[in-house]
């Protein structure tokens, strides 16, 4: 396996055009593959956990399932409403509703109690996922009837039309993050290579890995549902370990070709870079990959959407780096070749000497300050920053997780300002809970009056709505029975919890409960979000655990060190925590709401955590593979353990940081992003890559290695001084110049 990428850079490199036409029919015949079959979408059974997806599942089985709800507001721009023209206009509604296909019934309209709204509801048909899909033709003959009514506001609310209008507001978001994210990834490489040639190779590299990988999520998608995301996270991720991994392939490329002055050619310098950086951007992507797999652990359509799309696109920006990039290098280095050739001569046959370029520094100014406190004094070096990186953790274990809802949309989603005019009227709507109980048909009549001694229970509640009877219903064979109960409080609220803690805990024990052979199950708006907030922690551990040894392992069997794999899981750890505790501080609270331009949660996304560690360990290993790889490699030519720590360092802290730019600016591009689930992400991800490339790798780590010297390396023995590396050893394939 060591010999892999070595084999393939040396096949691309002799065959250039070969590699790059089969690499652009590999992206092209994944695109078309998955247009062809198309995407798999998750159904609304592919998100039931816990009871309220057991109550789901009851209901659904007697046909008494949620469905999509619109309402349509009339009310009067100012002033009292006009009752009658209101009504008028509210049989206008009614009746182009009816006739719609995607209209299963609609309600009588309904007066709110100040007498100033009046409210028709209308459920669609289908599943809740459907009404999205669906909702378009409401919306536009709410718009109709709205024009033909200039003295009332008409307008329409529910959750097929949030859920539509969140859909769009993340494909217009995605559309913002590439205007931001290319402009400024092209500006960072430009810098870095100051070649607009060498600068597009990452891009286009990233670019069609990101395009392959979104053909081949579409076929993965049938065996894993896709719930809408995963193309959230090819991009975030795709362009980000697309980019890096090309850098530090190119970065090792320039550096052989500066080592040898021009008497190597470009296939053998190619078959050097891939020896090196090619073997350390593989283990780097087995352990993104190997991270990224512990989600599926959680065993949640989310999650393991996430998984399966930075899976994909790690996994093709391996291999196009291991491919394509080694062929481009070599027809880009023959040409720079040809052009110094020509100069060269120009310059023979005018009696000028050839010009060579002086060697830069491997380490700059900057840089060299960074590693100067590790290099000088390496024990006070390591308490401050641990210190430094606890102080920024000390706040994740203040942590509040919430299930975003309609209720924490942004109000840039115009049905989300009409959602808070209809609950202001119709406070009843705000939240639902759905007590579902099961039985033989016979019992049915026995359940349902336990159901409405439930159902007076909570309305002797304060925390229930009064204004809003409590319904049963009961399937048609008499087996499934459901009470709806109404809560006047958002979802998110301490009330909500607390009414939804009173059903389960007092009155459906007290009630349904005492019917022997009955099951019953709680489910509804803060059910589902309270479930799926306990399914993930109860999940927390086993994740974690998983990607900790797994971590562990790849770091071990990659530098057959285990001190080196203890080392890699602390920095990991260290890192995460660090950017979550800096989460908290900015999103938990409400400061930073101008700053950012969001509006607080007053916790953080329930799925953020979960994910960002899983992440944030794939990426840190990123740069830990391929920072201590240039460490090993100068112990293997005979360094000692300080030297070669010191050599490493330096010679890696360009392209590390060179890479953490790009990193950072396409994370960063995402908290401008509406969602602020989305914002919450690319913050955290930012910052932890900002820490890990200035603190964990230019600080820590050198400071850990140099106070463990060759201990750090234990069991592998490190090299005899004077023993030359095998990469550089051996003679090159190609002719020597």
Known sequence: MRRVPVRMARWSARHPWRAITGWFMFVVVCIGVGITVGSNPATTEDFWVGEAGRAEAMATEGGLQRKPVEHVIIYADSGPLDMAAARV????????????????????????????VLRVSVVLTGTELEGRENVGSLLDQTAEV????????????????????????????????????????????????????????????????????????MVASHLLPDPGIGTNMILLIGLAVGVDYTLFYLKREREERARAEGRVGSEALVELAAATAGRAIVASGLAVIVSTATLYLATDVIFSSLATGTILVVSVAVISSLTVLPALLVKIGQRAERRAAKKAARRARRGRPARTKPAKPETGRVFGALLRPAQKHPAAT????????????????????????RDTFSRDIPAMPVYDRLTS???????????????????????????????????????????????????ADGRISVLELAVPYPAPADEAIASLAHVREDYLPATVGTLPGVQAAVSGDVARGQDYVDHEMSKLPLVIGALLLLTFVMTVVAFRSVVIGLIGVFLNLLSAAAALGALVVVFQGTWAEGLLDFESLGAIASRVPLFLIVILFGLSMDYQVFVVSRIKEAMDNGMSARE?????????????????????????????????EMKQMGFCLALAVLLDALVIRMMVLPSILLLLGGKAWWPLRPARPGRASAVHARPPTQTVR
């Open 89 to 116: 206009a509210a049989e206008d509604l009614t009746g182009r509703m009816r006739v719609l296909p995607e209209v299963d019934s609609v309600a009588a309209p309904v007066l709110s109690q100040d007498g100033n």
């Open 146 to 217: 709205a024009d033909r009514h200039p003295g009332l506001v008409i307008e329409e609310t529910g959750s097929p039309s949030i859920s539509k209008g969140v859909n769009d507001q993340r494909g217009e978001d995605l559309a913002l993050a590439e205007r931001i994210t290319l402009p400024m990834t092209i500006i960072a490489l430009l810098v870095v290579f100051g070649s607009v040639v060498m600068a597009s190779v990452p891009l286009l590299l990233a670019l069609s890995s990101i395009a392959a990988a979104l053909g081949l999520s």
């Open 382 to 405: 390591l308490c401050v920053s641990v210190l430094v990186m606890l102080g920024l953790a000390a706040p994740a274990l203040g942590m509040k997780l919430v299930d975003p809802s």
């Open 425 to 475: 009227a119709f406070p009843e709507l705000l939240v639902r809970h759905e007590v579902v109980a099961r039985s033989t048909p016979d019992r049915a009549p026995e359940v349902r009056q336990a159901l409405a001694e439930l159902g007076r229970r909570a309305q002797a509640d304060p925390l229930f709505a009064h204004n809003a009877a409590p319904v049963v219903r009961t399937s």
């Open 644 to 676: 070669a720590v010191l050599a490493g360092i330096a010679r890696s802290a360009k392209v590390v940081t060179s890479a953490a730019v790009v990193m950072v600016t396409v994370f960063g591009a995402f908290v401008a992003l509406h969602l602020t």
